[in-house]
């Protein structure tokens, strides 16, 4: 079994910085890309960002030049430091993994959630 855990959410003025951690444990022999999501009450979850294990990066549109993913593959821990937060940035923001735990492959992994919550 492989659980992913996320911390660093709260509530944060508009403009204001937070910095999400998520770190993987288990039965872990590797892991592939890992990334963040996000869902909003009402709006369905969303790509936020992700990076491979070699570290190259992906970002959705709305968060370029505001967020940065980063990852610690010693430490299975991806990050996300989130700068310039705007109120349309609160939501439930998830971490998920795409782990190999020896068996026939890569499974997708998610983490429980870290509330972000931006007032304005």
């Known amino acids: 079994q492989v659980q992913l855990v996320e911390s660093g959410g709260g509530l944060v003025q508009g403009g204001g910085s937070l910095r999400l951690s998520c770190t993987a444990s288990?039965?872990?022999?590797?892991?592939?890309?890992m990334g963040w999501y996000r869902q909003a009450p009402g709006k369905q979850r969303e790509l936020v960002a992700s990076?491979?294990?070699?570290?190259?990066?992906n970002y959705a549109n709305f968060v370029k030049g505001r967020f940065t993913i980063s990852r610690d593959n010693a430490k299975n821990t991806v990050y996300l430091q989130m700068s310039s937060l705007r109120p349309e940035d609160t939501a439930v923001y998830y971490c998920?993994?795409?782990?190999?735990?020896?068996?026939?492959?890569?499974?997708?992994?998610w983490g429980r959630g870290t509330q972000v919550t931006v007032s304005s």
């Open positions: 998920t993994a795409k782990v190999y735990s020896g068996g026939k492959g890569y499974y997708d992994y």
């Open positions: 288990g039965s872990i022999f590797s892991i592939n890309d």
């Open positions: 990076t491979t294990s070699g570290g190259t990066t």
